[in-house]
């Protein structure tokens, strides 16, 4: 199934996280996938999702769920690593569409836990091949010499910060909004500044 190419999935996971490093035995696991499609050439929003994934390597810690909001009792209803993914090919055209996060992470972490647990990649190959990294499309646009952070981006850009930062589902419609900010500018590839 082919979808338009003025599509765009943005996307935000969260993954199990501790301070410090890891319990032995331990990896990191997406818990929760935020994903926000774009209509570019509308320049609008167009519907939010949220995925809890339930991890096997791994349980939510204390500041995990003080960061995130996430508990272990809640993503322990969620999908499976795989299932998550099938629903993102499936229903998000995630293999065909072009998606976008606020840096490299997402696309790293989905690459890893993709080799680990032996399932399909999502989003095509190679990795990069569909994916625009928000954050330094960003940083070049805006002129910066440091790379921001999403909630420091919004304040850049003059937006509000929307929902609870750290929760996927906001995340990723927040960084939908920052897209949509580059694309008025003519600074998201593939598009041009309307020329007055």
Not at 35 to 52: E, F, I, K, M, P
Not at 85 to 101: D, F, K, T
Not at 115 to 127: E, I, K, L, N
Not at 150 to 158: D, H, K, N, P, V
Request: aromatic content about 8%.
């Amino acid at each position: 199934m082919r979808h338009e190419p003025a599509l765009l999935n943005v996307i935000d996971v969260e993954a199990t996280c501790w301070d410090g490093q890891p319990p032995p035995g331990s990896v990191n696991e997406i818990i929760e996938i935020g994903l926000t499609v774009v209509d570019v050439s509308a320049g609008r929003r167009l519907s939010r999702h949220r995925l809890l994934v339930r991890p096997v390597r791994s349980t939510v810690s204390v500041f995990c769920t003080e960061l995130t909001g996430l508990t272990q009792a809640e993503v322990e209803r969620g999908v499976s690593f795989a299932e998550a993914c099938r629903i993102l090919v499936e229903e998000y055209g995630a293999a065909e569409r072009l998606w976008a996060s606020w840096g490299e992470y997402d696309r790293r972490q989905f690459a890893r836990q993709s080799q680990a647990d032996s399932v399909a990649y999502p989003f095509g190959y190679p990795t990069e091949r569909n994916h625009t990294n928000a954050k330094a499309v960003f940083t070049k646009a805006y002129g910066l010499h440091r790379k921001p952070g999403m909630a420091q981006a919004l304040q850049i850009a003059g937006l509000p910060l929307e929902g609870r930062h750290h929760r996927g589902e906001d995340d990723a419609w927040n960084i939908a909004a920052l897209v949509l900010d580059l694309v008025g500018r003519g600074a998201w590839p593939g598009t041009e500044p309307d020329v007055v």
